[in-house]
C-alpha cells in the first residue's frame, strides 16, 4: 500500500516538473524578449532590457561598476 502511495508522489512530482518546465521557459522568451525595449551599455555594449540598466547622464549601463568606469574615465 505505501508502495502505491509512493508510486502516486513520484507521478505527481514528475507531472508539477514537466508542467512548470513547459510554461516557464516560452513564456520567459515571449514577454520579456519582445515586449520590452533593449538598451545598449556604453561601456561595454551589452544590450540588456531598459528595467535593467542604470541610466545615468543620458546613457544607459549595465551594471554599477560600468557607470563608475565610464563616468571617471570617458571617451
Ligand atoms: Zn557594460
Not at 515571449?30 to 541610466?55: F, K, N, W, Y
Request: with cysteine.
Amino acid at each position: 500500500m505505501s508502495r502505491l502511495l509512493f508510486l502516486a508522489v513520484i507521478a505527481a512530482v514528475v507531472y508539477w516538473l514537466l508542467k512548470s518546465y513547459r510554461t516557464k521557459l516560452p513564456k520567459d522568451e515571449d514577454t520579456s524578449g519582445q515586449a520590452e525595449d533593449m538598451v545598449r551599455c556604453v561601456h561595454c555594449g551589452v544590450h540588456l532590457p531598459i528595467h535593467e540598466s542604470i541610466l545615468a547622464g543620458g546613457n544607459y549601463y549595465c551594471s554599477v561598476e560600468h557607470r563608475r568606469v565610464h563616468i571617471d574615465k570617458p571617451e
